[in-house]
């Protein structure tokens, strides 16, 4: 049996220093690694040890190879915005029921003018979408769903300048989406809760975000469970890249999530958290959506409107770890946050 190798950088350099033999992600100097933890497993065997990137690549082993090509390979633009920086994703929720800002954006108008705002506060890419799947969640049938979202991305579309994003598990919203003017298609399920959804999003041919999820929305939080949460993760997304490759959509089309707060404990979140750029291991950019999760609440006991701090604490730490995307309610906060932390970083 293939033992399957991992690598996950580690040890953040600043451009200056980032000369020489380094690992870099994304074909991004500016995202320089010292060092590297390796990892194999086999079976449930799990054997980590940690080198320099000089001594990783100065030694080449087949079974490291194509993940470490993996890593470095420039990342494609996600609608025409190339991956030079950590893009911000804003959240508009045109539900009645999602977590943190349910009902406050269910109308048209005031989600369109939300929308505009996050965009006016920095936001690369506008996410809507029309059905919570937050913890117990009931599922929205697709024509509610589309009664909900459709409005909004042509208004947005018309209005904006940024590309859309639908947040949707349906093939027929994301079909109905795109020809309303969405650029990006956002799925929890990865393209697995719709049987046709696979087809749907290799012919509509825009970019699509797997995400993790163990469960369903209204099920995920009943005693998740994992061998090694971290690499389980790694393993399922890898599976459903193959999945979709197979399907005919490119892995220069796919952008992977490792689903925070999705079918996870607090521990599994945090060991997600410590360990996202192992996801670069995948060839594809890296998405982080922690914005006020019940993780941060569970740590700091306090509800998603006061969550702020926490969030963006996570943000950095994804960007640290070379994320491409941070998804997040707060915009203006998130994007100076993201200023400052680069500023320093570029020194």
């Not at 799990?46 to 080198?51: G, K």
């Not at 470095?72 to 804003?90: E, F, H, K, N, S």
């Not at 490119?250 to 996870?264: C, M, S, T």
């Amino acid at each position: 049996m293939k033992t399957p190798f991992y690598i996950r950088p580690t040890g953040r350099l600043a451009p200056a220093a980032g000369e020489g033999r380094v690992i870099s992600v994304g074909g991004r100097r500016e995202a320089s690694y010292a060092a590297a933890e390796i990892v194999e497993r086999n079976g449930t065997s799990v054997r980590r040890r940690l080198v320099t990137a000089a001594e990783l690549l100065a030694t080449p082993h087949a079974g490291l190879e194509p993940v470490l090509q993996r890593i470095a390979a420039p990342r494609a633009a996600i609608a025409d915005i190339p991956l030079a920086r950590t893009l911000v994703m804003g959240i508009v929720n045109v539900t009645p029921d999602s977590f943190s800002d349910g009902g406050r954006y269910l109308d048209s108008a005031a989600a369109v003018a939300h929308a505009l705002q996050l965009e006016a506060e920095g936001a690369d890419i506008l996410d809507i979408g029309g059905e919570s799947t937050r913890p117990g969640a009931d599922p929205v049938g697709a024509d509610e769903e589309c009664r909900r979202v459709l409005p909004v991305i042509e208004a947005v579309v018309k209005q904006g300048g940024v590309p859309v994003s639908i947040d949707t598990r349906k093939a027929e919203v994301m079909r109905r989406a795109a020809d309303a003017g969405a650029r990006i298609i956002n799925d929890v399920s990865a393209l697995t809760h719709d049987t046709g959804s696979l087809d749907a999003a290799a012919k509509i041919e825009l970019p699509v975000i797997l995400m993790h999820a163990q469960g369903d929305p209204r099920t995920m939080q009943d005693h998740p469970r994992y061998d090694d949460v971290v690499l389980d993760v790694y393993d399922w997304l890898d599976a459903r890249i193959a999945a979709c490759e197979r399907a005919g959509i490119a892995r220069e089309r796919l952008i992977v999530d490792p689903g925070i707060g999705f079918g996870k404990t607090l521990a599994h979140n945090l060991a997600l958290l410590a360990s996202l750029s192992i996801f670069h291991g995948l060839g594809c950019p890296v998405l982080l959506g922690a914005s006020r999760k019940s993780f941060i609440g569970k740590l700091l006991g306090v509800p998603p409107a006061e969550r702020l701090p926490g969030s963006l604490a996570a943000a950095l730490a994804g960007v640290d770890q070379g994320v491409q995307i941070v998804r997040v309610h707060d915009v203006a906060a998130t994007c100076q946050a993201l200023a400052v932390w680069s500023g320093a970083a570029s020194i």
